[in-house]
Structures are given as structure tokens and as C-alpha cells.
């Protein structure tokens, strides 16, 4: 999504899934967090240990969350970016931080 694109200013998040059921509860969960900008969409998956295009779709819960400043490096951002690794990874997914010049965690 271009800077153009988003509605408000923020740090996005990205969480693959590979099941639509559980991208559809972590977004619930997370609205009912009160995080505004949730929702679940299909992704054509790369592979993660080739960076290739493996032509898989999965699911992805993206977040914007306008509550904490867009740039990296501060604790409740790096906290919240850890949290979204540890949930991927619990469900088999990874995590994909739109825009992140870091490489992908493993």
C-alpha cells in the first residue's frame, strides 16, 4: 500500500497466515484490542527461505495502528513487532513489515 494510499499515518504490520480462519481471529482479537485499521486479505506468498514466489496464497492480517509514530527503533514499536513475529510464527505464518529495509525474521 503506497503512503498515498493510507488513510492516517502509522506503523504497518503485516502477519501471513496460512489459514483464513485464524488470519479472520487475530483480526478480530486485534479490533478488540482497539486497533482501528485491521483487516484480513489474500497474499500470494513468497518463499521465505528462497525469497522466491511460491505462487501459494495465504492469508494476512494487516494493521495500521495509527496510536504509535511510523518510524522504527522506539520500545512500544519494537514491542509491538515482536509480538506480530511471536503470533505468526505460533500459527505457522511469518511476518512481513511493509516498507521494513531489515531482512525477514526466520
Known amino acids: 500500500m503506497s503512503t498515498a494510499e493510507r488513510p492516517h499515518q502509522g506503523s504497518e504490520h503485516l502477519i501471513i497466515l496460512p489459514e483464513r480462519d485464524v488470519a479472520e481471529e487475530l483480526a478480530e482479537e486485534l479490533r478488540e484490542e482497539g486497533f482501528e485499521h485491521v483487516r484480513v486479505v489474500r497474499e500470494a506468498a513468497r518463499n521465505q527461505e528462497?525469497?522466491?514466489?511460491?505462487r501459494e496464497v495465504e492469508w494476512a492480517v494487516y494493521v495500521l495502528d495509527t496510536r504509535l509514530p511510523d518510524t522504527m527503533g522506539g520500545g512500544a514499536y519494537e514491542g509491538l513487532r515482536e509480538r506480530f513475529i511471536a503470533v505468526a510464527e505460533e500459527h505457522d505464518g511469518w511476518y512481513d513489515e511493509p516498507g521494513d529495509p531489515r531482512p525477514p525474521q526466520p
Open 50 to 54: 528462497h525469497g522466491e514466489d511460491d
